[in-house]
């Protein structure tokens, strides 16, 4: 059992940054691709960034056209801990974020929610413009 617990979101103002962290428990979290998630209101849920599993603080990444070079996803293994950092953010990046564990990495990149089995209770952001 995997237990997902997201902190750092706030509120900004356009153009501001923020990093989102994700601590983990459980004992394989360096086996676990970890996936950052995000919701607005009246929206459906929308993939964000993921990092694949790695026996170091690493691995390989993918993210959503929307943030791409905006947003970093990294990890830390010796921490349990996965982060998002959210630079030049917009008043769009507003969403409650999740953080997500994928403890199978049947494919890649696992960009559907359905594809992770673990997930936090979220973390609002909110950006003003």
């Known amino acids: 059992q995997v237990q997902l617990v997201e902190s750092g979101g706030g509120l900004v103002q356009a153009g501001g940054s923020l990093r989102l962290s994700c601590a983990a428990s459980?004992?394989?979290?360096?086996?676990?691709?970890m996936g950052w998630f995000r919701q607005a209101p009246g929206k459906e849920r929308e993939f964000v960034a993921v990092i694949n599993w790695s026996d170091w603080s690493g691995g390989n990444t993918y993210y959503a056209d929307s943030v791409k070079g905006r947003f970093t996803i990294s990890r830390d293994n010796a921490e349990k801990a996965v982060y998002l950092q959210m630079n030049s953010l917009k008043p769009e990046d507003t969403a409650v974020y999740y953080c997500?564990?994928?403890?199978?990495?049947?494919?890649?990149?696992?960009?559907?929610?359905?594809?992770?089995?673990?997930w936090g209770q979220g973390t609002q952001v909110t950006v003003s413009s």
């Open positions: 997500a564990a994928d403890a199978y990495g049947s494919s890649w990149p696992p960009t559907e929610g359905h594809e992770y089995e673990y």
């Open positions: 459980g004992r394989a979290f360096s086996r676990y691709t």
